[in-house]
């Protein structure tokens, strides 16, 4: 796909453009969503709420948009229960560090609200958009996704994990079949991008991404309740829930509220998006990667160092423009750390060598520990979260 300006593209963009801008303005997405930015004080809101600190990933502006993140922390306050909600395209055997992003946060999440997780595997989506892969592929990735996901700790006894394929039906499809009835072609070409050459399956598709968001999509988790959903995403994903939200107000359903990432980027530069179909290998660190693995890719990453070391000591680095940097937005938690790496890098005291080799000891721990704890899943286990009854909820 060639790449496209997203700013100056006045409709809303759709998920696969979004992958390919040239640059990613995250301000002018926050307007053409119709999303709002996570100011402090809604941090502060969130701590009162749920007597837990703000993510680092919310305080560094990664997690930096939402929709009615302020209202569901009033139903919250209010002792509603909610819900949390999101979902993986399984395409490849292993997932990315970029994927840890929505997983790791939705673990979060699930802490710091005591809810119920549902983890939407859309098999079936990658199977209409792409080629090369067969349906029961498609289906077996889904499987070695969920224990990528399930490695990022979430409880057994309240997440539901589903294979779209093997699920829909039931009141799942009452509501996709609502949606379908009250969704024309017109608006889904409007917002995804599709025309009457895609396959059916794809231009269909948002309905049954969309309708997990809703409670009253669950009977055998939810029952008869109404519970509000939470849905943690990078923001290419956005869209889906616009969508949904005007869904909401047609059926007088309980209005999801939506909260957004930036996008991990991808090793060989900043405005590149981590994932897992590029064509350049050695811009995507998988979980499965070893140490060696790392160390090289990471070697080869983007850098805002300068060309000398003379110049460097003189200038400093473009932080801005560093991948390796940027990644320690993410990983570092330690803020005081941090802190004095941003000082040091760019005023030159540091190198981009330091930089780089701080980065491939924490992400070389991270992947470490994820394969230990993936290593424990096994049949039982992964049993368990694809278990619909969910007894013990
Ligand atoms: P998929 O499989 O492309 O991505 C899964 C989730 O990971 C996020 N993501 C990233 N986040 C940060 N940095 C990156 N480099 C990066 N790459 C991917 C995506 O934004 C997404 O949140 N159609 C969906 C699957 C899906 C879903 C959902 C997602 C089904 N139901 C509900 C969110 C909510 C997809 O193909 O995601």
Not at 59 to 79: C, E, M
Request: aromatic share 10%; charged share 20%; proline share 3%.
């Amino acid at each position: 796909m060639s790449q496209i300006d997203c700013d100056t593209k006045d409709e809303v963009i759709n998920p696969q453009e979004l992958t390919s801008c040239k640059v990613v303005d995250y301000m002018k997405l926050v307007d053409k969503f119709g999303c709002h930015i996570i100011d402090n004080t809604l941090l502060e809101k969130f701590e009162k709420v749920t007597g837990k600190k703000a993510h680092v990933w919310l305080k560094r502006n990664i997690y930096f948009s939402h929709q009615d993140l302020d209202t569901l922390l009033d139903l919250v306050a209010d002792g509603k229960e909610i819900f949390i909600y999101t979902g993986r395209g399984p395409s490849s055997n292993s997932m990315h560090i970029g994927h840890l992003v929505p997983f790791m946060f939705a673990k979060y999440l699930q802490d710091a609200f005591n809810a119920i997780v549902i983890i939407q595997m859309s098999d079936d989506e990658k199977y209409y958009a792409r080629d090369s892969v067969s349906l029961d592929e498609c289906n077996k990735l889904a499987y070695e996704n969920a224990k990528d996901i399930i490695a990022c700790g979430f409880n057994p006894l309240k997440t539901f994990i589903f294979s779209n394929l093997e699920t829909v039906g039931g009141s799942l499809f009452r509501n996709i079949v609502h949606l379908m009835k009250t969704t024309t072609g017109n608006q889904i070409k409007g917002a995804y991008g599709l025309n009457l050459s895609n396959p059916i399956g794809q231009i269909t598709w948002p309905m049954f991404q969309i309708a997990p968001a809703f409670s009253s999509s669950f009977e055998n988790i939810f029952h008869k309740k109404n519970v509000t959903a939470l849905i943690p995403m990078g923001i290419d994903q956005a869209v889906y829930f616009r969508t949904a939200r005007d869904f909401a107000d047609k059926m007088k359903y309980p209005k999801p509220a939506t909260i957004h990432s930036k996008f991990l980027p991808g090793l060989e530069g900043i405005n590149t998006k981590m994932s897992s179909t590029s064509t350049n290998a050695n811009s995507v660190i998988f979980l499965s990667d070893n140490a060696v693995t790392i160390k090289k890719k990471i070697g080869l990453s983007f850098s805002g160092g300068k060309n000398t070391l003379i110049e460097h000591r003189l200038l400093g680095a473009d932080l801005s423009v560093d991948v390796a940097y940027q990644y320690l937005t993410y990983f570092l938690e330690d803020d005081d750390k941090f802190q004095q790496i941003t000082t040091d890098y760019s005023s030159g005291i540091m190198t981009s060598g330091q930089i780089k080799q701080i980065l491939v000891d924490l992400l070389v721990e991270l992947v470490n520990t994820h394969k230990k704890n993936r290593d424990l899943i096994d049949a039982i286990v992964l049993r368990q979260f694809f278990d619909m009854t969910k007894n013990d909820l």
